[in-house]
């Protein structure tokens, strides 16, 4: 599923691109991905353009000049392509945006959507979702109070959106192998520690901008002359590697289930706390 840097990765080319450019067309293959009828979502975009994406955890949220707003969540095999009626993947689409002959598919929504809402709307449905690791009101003092009074163990703490939004499964791997803490670790023993909450506060900082600057580690590139999306899955440490040698400790990386989910680690220098 595109976590973070894949979704800013995506809004960082998308703005590049398609800002400002009149959508003349909507094509709908999959009512289910859609909140309101397809007539009244066609209606609401053609001739409107988008003059601003904004990312929140792992959603787009694309500003239209009409006010309205589409909130977007890939979810779990989702992707978008961008290019001309030439370059269409041979893949099933679920949502087409024609901005003036640069086309935008949206591929795999059977899980994701794409919502036509209000600005009021789109707030209630982002209410739930905690803080931006990125965001830079995300200070150290406000990551401790965030972990204070938390239970349970990394891994889960990291990828529950409600606490703080947009790490998942490769990224939480990816910051306790870097914070050198192993993934079971209980979070009331990292928050009693300053210097533990300190090294995974920068470790989530550091790998989360990595990743973003990489392309994230999906390598699903977003049009036919993107060669930088999907370039952070080769600096991946842990994720993914069961087997491999750690770059840290030349160890062997473990894969283990952890409350139904994979995880990757290495059990010579990551620390249980």
């Not at 309101?36 to 239209?64: M, P, Q």
């Not at 009021?120 to 972990?147: I, N, V, Y």
Request: with cysteine; glycine share 10%; charged share 25%.
């Amino acid at each position: 599923m595109p976590e973070l840097p894949e979704m800013e990765n995506y809004r960082t080319l998308l703005s590049e691109r398609i800002l400002d450019q009149p959508i003349t067309g909507v094509t709908i293959e999959r009512e289910k991905s859609l909140n309101v009828s397809t007539d009244v979502f066609r209606n609401a975009l053609i001739g409107n353009s988008v003059v601003y994406i904004e990312r929140k955890g792992k959603h787009l949220i694309f500003h239209l000049n009409s006010g309205r707003r589409l909130l977007l969540h890939l979810m779990l095999g989702g992707m978008m392509y961008l290019g001309s009626e030439e370059d269409k993947p041979d893949r099933t689409t679920q949502i087409e945006l024609d901005f003036s002959g640069l086309k935008l598919w949206f591929i795999g929504l059977r899980l994701g959507y794409l919502h036509l809402l209000t600005s009021k709307e789109t707030m209630e449905a982002l209410s739930d979702l905690g803080p931006d690791p990125l965001d830079r009101h995300m200070t150290l003092e406000k990551f401790t109070g965030l972990l204070k009074g938390r239970r349970g163990i990394l891994k889960s703490t990291l990828v529950n959106q409600h606490w703080i939004a947009g790490i998942g499964n490769c990224y939480a791997d990816e910051i306790a192998f870097i914070a050198g803490i192993t993934p079971s670790s209980k979070i009331t023993g990292i928050a009693a520690s300053a210097e533990l909450t300190s090294k995974l506060y920068h470790a989530m900082q550091s790998v989360l901008r990595e990743a973003y600057q990489g392309g994230g580690y999906m390598e699903m590139p977003l049009f036919k002359e993107d060669t930088h999306t999907g370039g952070f899955n080769d600096q991946c440490r842990v994720y993914d590697r069961e087997g491999e040698a750690c770059t840290r400790c030349s160890g062997k990386i473990r894969r283990v289930e952890l409350a139904s989910r994979k995880v990757f680690y290495c059990p010579d220098c990551q620390t249980e706390v």
